[in-house]
């Protein structure tokens, strides 16, 4: 929800990855920070973060069932069979972690 609030900007962190739905479906998302000042409070956010992407080269790929991929990106299941970048899987990690909305 970061990028609802204005004057808030995603910077990416790392490549691309992949979510592969082996029932259908494949989705690019880019992990990276969010950043920018709290209109009302006043406080400096520099947050985790994962945007969906247009188009692009995946430097990692994350595959599962539709299901399976839900379930990991909501924190309710293990992560399914990932391979690629270390860092590009990394930084979605640490946008999961921080929790998906």
């Known amino acids: 929800w970061w990028g609802t609030n204005p004057g808030f900007s995603f910077t990416p962190s ?3 990855v992949q979510l592969v739905a082996t029932d259908g479906g494949a989705w690019l998302i880019a992990g990276g920070r969010w950043r920018g000042v709290g209109r ?4 400096q956010y520099d947050e ?17 069932t539709a299901e399976e ?22 930084a979605l990690r640490l946008a999961r972690a921080q929790g998906m909305q």
């Open 14 to 16: 790392a490549g691309i």
């Open 40 to 43: 009302e409070s006043g406080r």
């Open 48 to 64: 985790p973060g994962a945007v969906l992407v247009e188009n692009g080269d995946p430097a990692a790929t994350i595959t599962g």
């Open 69 to 90: 991929l839900y379930r990991w990106l909501w924190g309710r299941a293990d992560e399914p069979t990932a391979s690629g970048d270390a860092a590009s899987l990394d």
